[in-house]
């Protein structure tokens, strides 16, 4: 599901089931913190003590704080439960900072915002709702909290504490941040006698906006050795940190290179409580808990993938083949989009096992590839699911 700017209506139907319904459904306290972005009737314009319909509340979550979107999209306020905690009855202009392109720094957007609301107490603020909800767990009851942080998105915003505290800018110093408010987090599993029970993910939607000039300015890549960024089809745009914890068992240090996508979270709760989905729940979904275990498969694992940029590319993953039916990002990096080359390939393939920077197109010496992969999306699209 994606949110656009402008979205007004809840994307997730009623009678879907999501990871939050699957857990409540089955004992679970289920709770949420953070940017919801999915709608809510009424989000643009919240009416005063009256309840905002299609958010986290609906959706399969006991409790909720949180705002309706990232933190540059207005308006902005903050929800608990279904109801806005002050309507956004005052105005902001936007904002920019110098030295840095105009959707980077301390970007957000001019409109409507809540009296008292302040963009960098938005972070903080969330993590001590995640510590209140923590403090009032108990190991007797199963509980599950999705807490998701509008950071590092923009606006970067790091507080005084952690300005200078590296070598990326106010980017750098942002990352820090939300790591030590992570840090806080576990530190309050730990005190609450939780953490050798608790399954831990910990993970992000999708790559930095982080152009080569940014690259050279610093002597530093937010993406590592891969290419792309934000919005790109290339793996810098995509290929996201996954780390969990689950003492006990989980190896720690342990790695892996099972192809798995977000969405197999749906999958691999189910697996975990021994519970069928219905067939109309997670078409995208596969079951990771015998890697995470480090077990014989006991279910169908992933072997493709289907990921979508900015501009439109719907890429797709099949073993270490990738294949990008378009030339140039398709996303925020130049080129964004090029015209195929008489004679030239129309498309980008990728061995991504002895490739991952996505430097050499095989586009043209594979055609096999190309064609069987060309295939299977056609039937993905076809059907609507890929499980």
């Known amino acids: 599901f994606r949110m656009k700017a402008g979205g007004k209506k809840p994307l997730i139907p009623p009678d879907q089931l999501t990871v939050g319904k699957l857990l409540q459904q089955n004992g679970y306290r289920t709770g949420m913190i953070g940017k919801w972005h999915l709608g809510f009737e009424n989000e643009k314009n919240p ?29 902005y306020y903050y929800i608990r439960g279904d109801r806005a905690v002050a309507p956004p009855s005052l105005t902001i202009a936007d904002s920019n900072s110098e030295g840095w392109s105009k959707i980077q720094g301390a970007f957000w957007r001019a409109g409507g915002i809540a009296p008292g ?61 939300v790591d030590a408010s992570i840090g806080r987090v576990l530190r309050k599993l730990d005190a609450q006698k939780l953490s050798d029970n608790t399954l831990l993910f910990l993970t992000s939607d999708n790559g ?40 006990g068992k989980i190896a720690a240090g342990s790695k892996t290179d099972q192809l798995t996508c977000h969405t197999d979270l749906m999958a691999t709760l189910a697996e975990l409580l021994n519970v069928n989905l219905p067939e109309d729940a997670g078409p995208d979904s596969f079951s990771m808990l015998s890697t ?26 099949g073993g270490s083949w ?41 586009y043209q010496k594979h055609p096999e590839t190309v064609a069987i992969l060309t295939k299977l999306f056609d039937q993905y699209r076809t059907t609507g699911r890929s499980r």
């Open 47 to 75: 009416p005063a003590d009256t309840a905002l319909p299609g958010g986290p509340v609906d959706r399969g979550f006991d409790s909720y704080f949180g705002i309706p979107a990232s933190l540059d999209i207005p308006p």
């Open 208 to 247: 930095p906006v982080w152009f080569e000039g940014d690259t050279q300015r610093f002597g530093h890549s937010a993406t590592g050795a891969l290419r792309g960024m934000k919005g790109d089809a290339w793996e810098g745009g995509h290929r996201m940190p996954f780390l969990a914890r689950w003492p």
């Open 322 to 362: 990738k294949l990008i039916p378009g030339l140039g990002s398709g996303g925020f990096s130049e080129p964004r989009k090029e015209k195929p080359q008489p004679g030239g390939p129309k498309g980008q393939l990728y061995d991504l096992e002895d490739d991952p920077r996505e430097t050499t197109n095989l």
């Open 117 to 177: 609301y302040k963009h960098v107490e938005v972070t903080p603020k969330f993590t001590d709702e995640a510590l209140a909800f923590l403090a009032d767990q108990s190991a007797e009851q199963p509980f599950f909290l999705y807490l998701a942080y509008p950071s590092p998105h923009t606006p970067w915003l790091p507080t005084k504490e952690f300005e200078g505290q590296s070598k990326a800018g106010m980017y750098g110093d942002f990352v820090a941040q």
């Open 292 to 317: 995470l275990l480090n077990q014989r498969p006991t279910s169908i694992i992933r072997t493709t993938l289907v990921s979508q940029s900015s501009g439109g590319y719907q890429a797709i993953r």
